[in-house]
T-cell receptor, first 117, second 113 residues
Framework: EAGVAQSPRYKIIEKRQSVAFWCNPI?????LYWYQQILGQGPKLLIQ????????DSQLPKDRFSAERLKGVDSTLKIQPAKLEDSAVYLC???????????????FGPGTRLLVL | GENVEQHPSTLSVQEGDSAVIKCTYS??????FPWYKQELGKRPQLIID?????GEKKDQRIAVTLNKTAKHFSLHITETQPEDSAVYFC????????????FGTGTRLQVTL
């Protein structure tokens, strides 16, 4: 079974520039998550999709971050404009999404390492 | 919201010794507690999980215990090996929030020869 795919793997940009990350979840997984992992910390959920609808975006800085999952499969996360403190690894994860609210296994992609200069 | 605390932040053990990592959570409604292992520069990978209707779960050298009354859960690794060296994260999910995970801050485990 193919895992969660992400691209690019690395990105260096200057502050105030924009950047976009792409994620392809495991085939058949209805739930998709974007996490931000700052160096030395645990992943923090930014946004969660169930198919193409947003389930939770309470921790997404909406003034600069946006995400979409238009066809309920692939997803993109965008930052515009980027700030120095956005330097982090952005992890995408997916899960089956059939648990009806109970915890289910999340499978992570390799992440995109972003450095904002 | 849920808050997960994890201790210790770093742990060094000799090969063959046991390692224990502890986590506490704040939301008594949490019902799912996974543990992830993250090697340097790699993705987090699930190593074991436990649900609130179970007190203990084992998988070869790895075990997890859950104390719902005290709201804490622990990861136990026996007969540690150098390949166990990594950062370990605990996480918790409260009921009613789909699969939203709140992660601990991580424990860097170093297994020395």
């Amino acid at each position: 079974e193919a895992g969660v795919a992400q691209s690019p793997r690395y990105k260096i940009i200057e502050k105030r520039q924009s950047v976009a990350f792409w994620c392809n979840p495991i085939s058949g997984h209805a739930t998709l998550y974007w996490y931000q992992q700052i160096l030395g910390q645990g992943p923090k959920l930014l946004i969660q999709f169930q198919n193409n609808g947003v389930v939770d975006d309470s921790q997404l800085p909406k003034d600069r971050f946006s995400a979409e999952r238009l066809k309920g499969v692939d997803s993109t996360l965008k930052i515009q404009p980027a700030k120095l403190e956005d330097s982090a690894v952005y992890l995408c994860a997916s899960s089956l999404g059939s648990s009806g609210g109970q915890g289910e296994t999340q499978y992570f992609g390799p992440g995109t390492r972003l450095l904002v200069l | 919201g849920e808050n997960v605390e994890q201790h210790p932040s770093t742990l060094s053990v000799q090969e063959g010794d046991s390692a224990v990592i502890k986590c506490t959570y704040s939301d008594s409604a949490s019902n799912y507690f996974p543990w992830y292992k993250q090697e340097l520069g790699k993705r987090p990978q699930l190593i074991i999980d436990i649900r609130s209707n179970v007190g203990e779960k084992k998988d070869q050298r790895i075990a997890v215990t859950l104390n719902k009354t005290a709201k804490h859960f622990s990861l136990h690794i026996t007969e540690t090996q150098p390949e166990d060296s990594a950062v370990y994260f605990c996480a918790a999910t409260p009921t009613g929030t789909a699969s939203k995970l709140t992660f601990g801050t991580g424990t860097r485990l170093q297994v020395t020869l």
